[in-house]
């Protein structure tokens, strides 16, 4: 099964530190009660990511004034993005990359996605939480998540 995604935030400020690209992946099974994205919860919707879409995406990132990517969903990291995020993460690398995950970082290792401990430069784990929502976070929507930078928490 070929990745599906929402949408490309070709300018974004708001999923990472400094200016970003943001990547929006589709298909999602946490169903997080109140996810501020729940368009991207059926791995069916969205469009279908293409190799001319790929480029595109690539293309973005290389603009000067890019400081980040950042990939989030849906779940980057289900089972049905997996290979295709571990892909761009392997192929991006003249910024700082983002992922954010329904996982904890525990989990991805028990489910042996560990590879991506390897290719992202922060990532930001944890399903977001109504009841432990917090609006004083940077980059986070509730208390229980937490940025996990490469070097530092793994």
């Not at 690539?58 to 980040?68: A, E, N």
């Not at 289900?78 to 329904?102: F, R, S």
Request: proline share 2%; glycine share 10%; aromatic share 12%.
């Amino acid at each position: 099964m070929t990745m599906r995604y929402a949408s490309i935030r070709d300018l974004d400020i708001s999923n990472g530190e400094g200016l970003g690209v943001a990547l929006f992946v589709q298909g999602c099974h946490f169903h997080c009660k109140n996810c501020f994205n729940q368009s991207t919860w059926d791995f069916q919707g969205g469009k279908e990511w293409t190799a001319g879409i790929e480029d595109k995406f690539l293309k973005l990132i290389q603009r000067p004034f890019i400081q980040r990517v950042s990939i989030l969903g849906g779940e980057p990291l289900a089972d049905e993005n997996y290979p295709t995020v571990i892909h761009l993460l392997k192929t991006i690398d003249n910024v700082e990359k983002w992922v954010y995950t329904g996982y904890i970082k525990e989990e991805l290792m028990y489910f042996g996605k560990h590879e991506v401990f390897k290719y992202a430069d922060i990532i930001v784990d944890g399903g977001y939480v109504d009841e432990l929502r917090d609006l004083n976070l940077s980059f986070r929507g509730s208390s229980n998540q937490r940025i996990l930078r490469k070097g530092v928490d793994f």
